[in-house]
């Protein structure tokens, strides 16, 4: 019984911290409410109870989940390749020629998402 309950506040710390950093990146490389929503796959209302701490990312929904991590992982390798939040934007929102369309264009669904993610992870330092 006591594993069980230990379990569940692990869950639930995690969940408040996965929240939290998804909504700082979001934040950071500058997204409105609604182009967050679209990428993580959250409904404009929860997307407005995550941004104001009444709601956090639940992990048995594996979409949203899911979407919040690699959003997380494309925020950090950004952030350790730019080192600022100015260039991350301009990165995140400008054409890119090596994948085909701006990166926000490609993160708007699942599978551009992925791509995205894996291609700043691969390129390391040499955007």
Same mark, same amino acid.
């Given at each position: 019984?006591?594993?069980?309950?230990?379990?569940?506040?692990?869950? /639930?710390?995690?969940?408040?911290?996965?929240?939290?950093?998804?909504?700082?990146?979001?934040?950071?490389?500058?997204?409105?409410?609604?182009?967050?929503?679209?990428?993580?796959?959250?409904?404009?209302?929860?997307?407005?109870?995550?941004?104001?701490?009444?709601?956090?990312?639940?992990?048995?929904?594996?979409?949203?989940?899911?979407?919040?991590?690699?959003?997380?992982?494309?925020?950090?390798?950004?952030?350790?390749?730019?080192?600022?939040?100015?260039?991350?934007?301009?990165?995140?929102?400008?054409?890119?020629?090596?994948?085909?369309?701006?990166?926000?264009?490609?993160? /708007?669904?699942?599978?551009?998402?992925?791509?995205?993610?894996?291609?700043?992870?691969?390129?390391?330092?040499?955007?």
């Amino acid at each position: 019984m006591v594993m069980t309950a230990q379990l569940q506040v692990d869950s /639930q710390l995690t969940a408040a911290a996965l929240s939290k950093a998804a909504f700082r990146a979001s934040e950071y490389l500058g997204l409105k409410q609604k182009e967050f929503g679209q990428i993580i796959g959250l409904s404009p209302t929860k997307v407005s109870h995550l941004w104001s701490a009444h709601y956090t990312l639940n992990p048995s929904i594996k979409s949203e989940w899911e979407n919040s991590i690699l959003f997380i992982r494309l925020f950090t390798s950004l952030d350790a390749i730019l080192g600022e939040k100015e260039a991350a934007r301009i990165w995140l929102r400008g054409e890119n020629i090596a994948l085909g369309d701006s990166p926000f264009n490609l993160i /708007q669904n699942v599978e551009g998402l992925v791509h995205v993610v894996n291609y700043v992870d691969s390129s390391g330092n040499s955007f």
